[in-house]
């Protein structure tokens, strides 16, 4: 397992194609399952799982399931993600876990 990136109190380890991340002491917080990890951010932190993203908090457990086309870090409570609507991927906003996404406007 090696570690690919650190950004902030979280790092991105990699073993045979899959990710997960530690924390500063090293400690295995995600385990080593998802295709891609995004830095944490807000205590969540992005994962691709078959082409398709969602949200994992810091105890590993997915709390947003796999439903983006592509999901960014959250920022005052807000995350930049790509929803399907009449068959194309739009920009969208989610805002915080349990509400829907909102088309962003262009």
């Not at 691709?48 to 409570?77: C, K, N, W």
């Amino acid at each position: 397992m090696r570690v690919t990136w650190f950004s902030g109190s979280y790092g991105d380890v990699e073993l045979n194609g899959k990710h997960g991340a530690v924390d500063k002491t090293g400690k295995l917080v995600v385990p080593v399952l998802y295709d891609d990890i995004i830095t944490f951010s807000q205590g969540l932190a992005s994962v691709e799982v078959r082409g398709q993203s969602g949200y994992v908090d810091l105890t590993g457990q997915m709390v947003i399931e796999p439903q983006f086309g592509m999901a960014r870090e959250f920022h005052e409570g807000l995350a930049g993600v790509q929803i399907m609507l009449d068959r194309q991927f739009q920009n969208g906003l989610y805002r915080s876990i349990g509400s829907c996404c909102h088309r962003a406007a262009l």
